[in-house]
């Protein structure tokens, strides 16, 4: 079987900065549950971002968490800085997409800053699996967060087996009659 890279926002670990070292241990998240077992049992990675600010990080300590990760879990981090987060995450993706893929429109707020964010990462995302793709494997991208790195992998990556994941919950709607 091809190799499988699984992306999403966040990887299946997390980690916990300590003063001079780092803690890494499995998330609780549902996609991180649902494919843990799963992913493991092929010849796969996982790529997304780690849960920790590249700000106050040195190479060095990037280098290592990179390396522990790649090696004891087959991980891929990706860093963001702490502005990335708050306007990608925190911003476009929790404020924007959330409310309005879960029928809360009226809760939406858009901000060009926080779309431009998000436009950036989602090309820092596609920029990371450009550097590690090969010929063959199967590119399995989750969530909103992502929606735009579909496309920017594919003009990247014309032959690439891609594939983009969401699940809209039902429970959300409000059915009137």
């Not at 901000?111 to 590119?139: L, R, T």
């Amino acid at each position: 079987m091809s190799r499988l890279l699984v992306v999403s926002n966040r990887l299946p670990v997390s980690i916990e900065q300590r003063k001079n070292s780092f803690n890494i241990k499995p998330s609780v998240g549902g996609l991180a549950t649902g494919l843990g077992s799963f992913y493991k049992s092929y010849d796969s990675s996982w790529l997304g971002w780690c849960g920790i600010t590249s700000d106050n990080l040195s190479k060095n300590k990037i280098n290592d968490i990179e390396i522990k990760l790649k090696n004891d879990y087959s991980n891929i981090p990706l860093f963001l800085t702490e502005n990335e987060v708050n306007k990608y995450y925190y911003g476009f993706c929790n404020r924007t997409i959330w409310p309005l893929f879960h029928c809360f429109t009226q809760y939406v707020i858009y901000d060009e800053k926080q779309w431009e964010c998000y436009k950036k990462v989602n090309k820092k995302f596609c920029d990371a699996i450009i550097k590690i793709a090969e010929p063959g494997d199967n590119i399995w991208i989750n969530d909103y967060h992502l929606m735009l790195l579909p496309t920017m992998l594919r003009k990247e990556l014309p032959d690439a087996r891609i594939s983009f994941f969401y699940i809209f919950h039902f429970h959300h709607l409000r059915f009137f009659t």
